[in-house]
T-cell receptor, first 116, second 117 residues
Framework: GAGVSQTPSNKVTEKGKYVELRCDPI?????LYWYRQSLGQGPEFLIY????????DSGLPNDRFFAVRPEGSVSTLKIQRTERGDSAVYLC??????????????FGPGTRLTVL | AQKITQTQPGMFVQEKEAVTLDCTYD???????LFWYKQPSSGEMIFLIY??????QNATEGRYSLNFQKARKSANLVISASQLGDSAMYFC??????????????FGQGTRLTINP
């Protein structure tokens, strides 16, 4: 079946602009996660959705970052007034969320964001 | 908070040899899960293998196995009979469950594995 997809694959923007990054999870997966991966680092958690609600947004770095998942499927990560430090790869992951210890997250290919 | 340490920034191995990628972790939880992911140059994180803290046997998935030593808090990934396609970044991760129910993954810095022909 289809995996997690993310669009665009690359996004170049200017400092101060607004960007939207889209994630389409695996069909039937209720849990959706956003991570950010800076160059040479492992991914870092940003936000978690269970269904339509953002259950845990403790990883968002500041209020310029916001994410939605209005119908419990596709999610959009929104960044306002972008800064050069926002440049990174933004990864989306989804899981079935059975609540068990073996719940596995499956990742998309990521969106590489470059802020000039 | 959980912490994952991968001390090998890079590893170089001859094709067909076995390779061990190191991972140590720190947690105060009794119940936890450990994951290994592969990230090729395309950028996608590919799930490889999972080990639960209460699993009595080391996890295995094809050519991948996990050398889990609970007392030492280590969960090393072993790749047998390495292939050129194994060249990639490898990340060890631990699940951290938040109060809100998020099963966040906490990742190490990664190890870049290069398989030489």
């Amino acid at each position: 079946g289809a995996g997690v997809s993310q669009t665009p694959s690359n996004k170049v923007t200017e400092k101060g602009k607004y960007v939207e990054l889209r994630c389409d999870p695996i069909s039937g997966h209720t849990a959706l996660y956003w991570y950010r991966q800076s160059l040479g680092q492992g991914p870092e958690f940003l936000i978690y959705f269970q269904g339509t609600g953002a259950a845990d947004d403790s990883g968002l770095p500041n209020d310029r970052f916001f994410a939605v998942r209005p119908e419990g499927s596709v999610s959009t990560l929104k960044i306002q007034r972008t800064e050069r430090g926002d440049s990174a790869v933004y990864l989306c992951a989804s899981s079935l969320y059975t609540g068990g210890l073996t719940d596995t997250q499956y990742f998309g290919p990521g969106t590489r964001l470059t802020v000039l | 908070a959980q912490k994952i340490t991968q001390t090998q920034p890079g590893m170089f191995v001859q094709e067909k040899e076995a390779v061990t990628l190191d991972c140590t972790y720190d947690t105060s939880d009794q119940s936890y899960g450990l994951f290994w992911y592969k990230q090729p140059s395309s950028g996608e994180m590919i799930f490889l293998i999972y080990q639960g803290s209460y699993d009595e046997q080391n996890a295995t998935e094809g050519r991948y196995s996990l050398n889990f030593q609970k007392a030492r808090k280590s969960a090393n990934l072993v790749i047998s009979a390495s292939q050129l396609g194994d060249s990639a970044m490898y990340f060890c991760a631990m699940r951290e469950v938040s109060i809100q129910g998020a099963q966040k993954l906490v990742f190490g810095q990664g190890t870049r594995l290069t398989i030489n022909p």
